[in-house]
C-alpha cells in the first residue's frame, strides 16, 4: 500500500457559477494527524466528499492510499470512515444499535460484529452508556458515538469534518483524547476540518490552510507561526496568508446554516 495515505493533485469543483474548490494539491502522509482549516465557505467539506467519493472528481485527481477515487470508487470507500458535519446518529436508537447499524452497512462479517461493535463503543468511551437511547446522550456523547460509527469498519483514513462544533471546551477535549488514542494503538491516518485554530496547533501534525478554493500554506503548526516571527498563533497566520476577507466574504447562507443546524443540535 502506498505511504501517503491521501493525495490530491489540481483538484477543482464548482456548483454552477461557483467554484468551491480551485485547484487543491496536497499530501497526507499515513499516520498523521492532518487539519483542513478556514473559514466558512473555505471549500473543505467540498473537497473533503471529492475524497469520500460522495461528489466526483470532475477536474485533477484524487488518490487514496494509491487508488483512484474517480475510477476505483468501491476500493476507495472500503478504506475510509467519515463523520460528516451533520449529525449521523439516530436518537431512537442505543448507542450500541447505531453503531451495530453501520457495522452491517460496512459489511463487517456477521460473526465478528458483536465484539467490534463493543470494541468501538469502548475506544469512544461508551461501554457504559452504549445501551442507553442516544436521545439521552449530551453533545460531547453524541459525537464520540459517530466517532464509534465510524471506526467499527477499522478504516484506514479516517475523515471528521468538524468533529467538535458546538461543544463545550470538556467534551471538546474529550473527543481528542478518544482520536488520539485510537490513533496511538492502529496506524490510522486522520484528516479532520475544523474552525478551532486552538484544537489544530494542540492536536495536528500538520495543518493545511484553506481560503476561496485553494490551499495558502501548508506546514506544522509550529513551523507555520516560527515563519511569521515571536508570539505569533495560528490564527495571525492564518489572517496573514489569507490576506483579510476572513470574516465578511466566503461561506454565505447555505454554509452558515448547516454549521449553526449541527451546533445547536449537539448543545
Ligand atoms: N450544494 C451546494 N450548492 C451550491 N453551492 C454550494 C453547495 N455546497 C457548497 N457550496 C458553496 O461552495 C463554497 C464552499 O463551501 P464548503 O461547504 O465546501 O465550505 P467549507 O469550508 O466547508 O465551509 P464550512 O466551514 O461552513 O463548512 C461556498 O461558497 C458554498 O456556498
Known amino acids: 500500500m502506498s505511504d501517503d495515505a491521501l493525495t490530491c493533485t489540481g483538484l477543482r469543483y464548482s456548483f454552477g457559477g461557483t467554484e468551491a474548490v480551485a485547484g487543491v494539491d496536497l499530501t497526507v502522509t499515513r499516520g498523521e ?88 463503543l469502548e475506544s469512544v468511551g461508551l461501554a457504559e452508556a452504549a445501551d442507553r437511547l442516544a436521545a439521552t446522550y449530551s453533545g460531547g456523547m453524541v459525537r464520540r458515538l459517530e466517532l464509534a460509527q465510524a471506526l467499527v469498519s477499522a478504516p484506514k483514513l479516517l475523515i471528521l469534518d468538524e468533529p467538535t462544533i458546538g461543544l463545550d471546551p470538556i467534551a471538546r477535549t474529550g473527543v481528542w483524547e478518544h482520536i488520539n488514542a485510537v490513533c496511538a494503538e492502529t496506524d490510522m491516518t486522520v484528516l479532520v476540518t475544523t474552525h478551532y485554530m486552538d484544537e489544530a496547533e494542540q492536536y495536528c501534525d500538520r495543518v493545511a490552510l484553506m481560503h476561496k478554493g485553494t490551499i495558502r ?46 451546533a445547536s443540535r449537539v448543545s
Do not use: W
Request: aromatic letters at 6%; proline letters at 4%.
Open 33 to 120: 494527524i492532518f487539519g483542513l482549516l478556514g473559514p466558512n465557505g473555505a471549500g473543505k467539506t467540498t473537497a473533503i466528499r471529492c475524497v469520500t467519493t460522495l461528489l466526483p472528481v470532475p477536474e485533477g485527481m484524487v488518490s487514496v492510499f494509491g487508488h483512484d477515487a474517480a475510477r476505483d470508487k468501491m476500493r476507495v470507500r472500503r478504506l475510509l470512515g467519515y463523520v460528516p458535519q451533520q449529525l449521523s446518529a439516530d436518537s431512537g436508537l442505543t448507542g450500541r444499535e447505531n453503531v451495530a447499524l453501520f457495522a452491517r452497512v460496512f459489511d463487517v462479517p456477521r460473526k465478528e460484529r458483536g465484539e467490534r461493535v463493543a470494541r468501538a
Open 217 to 262: 500554506a501548508l506546514e506544522t503548526p509550529a513551523r507555520l507561526k516560527e515563519q511569521l516571527g515571536a508570539n505569533a498563533t495560528l490564527e495571525d497566520v492564518f489572517r496573514e496568508v489569507a490576506g483579510g476577507g476572513l470574516t465578511e466574504e466566503g461561506g454565505g447562507f447555505r454554509s452558515v446554516r448547516s454549521t449553526r443546524r449541527t
